[in-house]
Nanobody, 123 residues
Framework: VQLQASGGGLVQAGGSLRLSCEAS????????VGWFRQAPGKEREFVAA????????YYSDPVKGRFTISRENAQNTVRLQMDSLTPEDTALYYC?????????????????WGQGTQVTVSS
């Protein structure tokens, strides 16, 4: 499966962005999907994940209550709605797919990665 992440951009603090992870090659419903981010000089960080069924979702503590991950199966896409953004959310955001299907916060459990989309939040 090939993944294409999009939707990043420049936004002021308190604003919103919606990221999309669109799959091609296979249906994304077969995979658990996660979002990770990496800021300059920092390690890659788990953001959110959703199980293949869409029933289970997982969030890291810094984004809980502000970000929402969801599936749009008709578009073979997973979305990440990001609200109440802060400068600390500035990073390159990656989506990834896991054959295990369960949704995971561990980057090594993901088999396929998309290219990153840059999110920059100004203060």
């Amino acid at each position: 499966v090939q993944l294409q992440a999009s939707g990043g951009g420049l936004v002021q603090a308190g604003g919103s962005l919606r990221l999309s992870c669109e799959a091609s090659g296979r249906t994304l419903r077969l995979y658990g999907v996660g979002w990770f981010r990496q800021a300059p000089g920092k390690e890659r960080e788990f953001v959110a994940a959703i199980s293949s069924s869409g029933i289970s979702t997982y969030y890291s503590d810094p984004v809980k209550g502000r970000f929402t991950i969801s599936r749009e199966n008709a578009q073979n896409t997973v979305r990440l709605q990001m609200d109440s953004l802060t400068p600390e959310d500035t990073a390159l955001y990656y989506c990834a797919a896991s054959r295990s299907g369960g949704g995971s916060g561990q980057y090594f459990e993901y088999d396929y990665w998309g290219q990153g989309t840059q999110v920059t939040v100004s203060s």
